[in-house]
């Protein structure tokens, strides 16, 4: 077990494949150079996302780029394949991506199923190498992880293959158990160690920290609240309507850090980075813009006052 070598902050593409919505094609192919201008160098996909289009786009971006100079994960657990069911005009909407519903997702943890997968994502990518592999979402599938697809990725990795494996979820609970269970490399938690959530810190950062396992935190705006300076109404907290109580507790956050010249964003992505355990925040987004700005929220100043008095007005975590 070998924890990765990854920098303070990496690039989520699901935006690459229509999260939410389509990506103009004058748009979408500035995102990755803009990216790698703002010194990103760790890239992070999946199949999942827009049935393979953004493996396919962010290989395109990442095309010339020396392949030496940056770390490139994708995931397990999801076999992209032809849609014979498919309507003419129906999207993947329904599962958030905008994409035509040519394809469909199949769960497959199987070590089979791995193979395949990993076989997949490198013609999309038109890589030669992936440097990590998560195991994908395997909430309903922990049996069949734990005997199929760790034990295959145990194998990718032994052949050198691959550098490192491990798993990737929106719970601590069982990444926990992975941590504890397997001999994985690197976990990715998204949405529970965050400015308003800190749950992972209860077992999961524990549990790694001990067995000198990385930790990933991804989805560090709750899908959106902590993405603005200060709350907007309707703002949205794990993609469903922010509760009052945590609106104002993001307000209170936003009335004290304004006072250090500190937005909420910024303590948003360097909140997590504070943990000893945690080596990466890996951000989203849709634009070259926004890719820029995010790259350089993690670089701004925060007194260790600010987040000191935050302590001490009981909001954080």
């Known amino acids: 077990m070998t924890a990765p070598d990854l920098p303070a902050i990496g690039y989520g593409v699901a935006a690459l494949g229509n999260l939410y919505g389509a990506r103009p094609d004058d748009v979408w192919p500035a995102i990755v ?5 703002a010194g ?3 890239f992070d996909t999946a199949p999942h996302y827009g049935l393979g289009l ?3 786009r962010l290989g395109e971006g990442l095309r010339g780029l020396p ?4 770390v ?11 849609n014979p069911d498919a309507r003419p005009g129906e999207t993947d909407i329904a599962n958030l991506f905008d994409v035509p519903a040519t394809r469909r997702r199949r769960f497959d943890f199987s070590r089979d199923g791995v193979l395949r997968s990993v076989e997949d994502s490198l013609q999309r990518l038109g890589l030669d190498r992936i440097d990590i592999l998560f195991v994908h979402d395997p909430d309903e599938h922990e049996r069949e992880a734990v005997e199929g697809a760790f034990p295959a990725l145990e194998e990718l990795r032994s052949q050198g293959v691959i550098r490192s494996y491990g798993a990737g979820m929106n719970q601590s609970a069982m990444l926990t158990r992975f941590v504890r269970e397997t001999d994985l490399d690197v976990v990715m938690c998204a949405g529970r160690y965050t ?3 800190g749950g992972a810190a209860a077992d999961l950062l524990p549990a790694a920290q001990e067995r000198g396992v990385a930790v ?3 989805a560090v705006f709750n899908s959106g609240i902590l993405a603005t300076d200060r709350p907007r109404a309707g703002a949205t907290f794990d993609y469903g309507a922010a509760p009052a109580a945590l609106i104002e507790r993001t307000a209170r956050i936003a009335d004290i850090a304004d006072g250090y ?3 909420v964003p910024q303590l948003a992505v360097q909140f997590p980075l504070r943990h000893p355990a945690v080596s990466t925040v890996v951000l989203g987004a849709e634009t070259p813009e926004q890719i820029t700005r995010n790259a350089g929220l993690a670089h701004a100043a925060v007194p260790q006052e600010l987040w000191a008095e935050l302590e001490d007005a009981g909001l954080l975590p």
């Open 33 to 37: 150079p803009a990216a790698w201008d």
């Open 40 to 42: 990103i160098r760790y």
């Open 54 to 56: 953004a493996e396919e």
């Open 67 to 70: 392949r030496d100079a940056f």
């Open 72 to 82: 490139l994960s994708t995931k397990v657990g999801r076999i992209i394949e032809p």
């Open 195 to 197: 400015l308003l959530d």
């Open 216 to 218: 990933v935190v991804a």
């Open 261 to 263: 010249g500190v937005t």
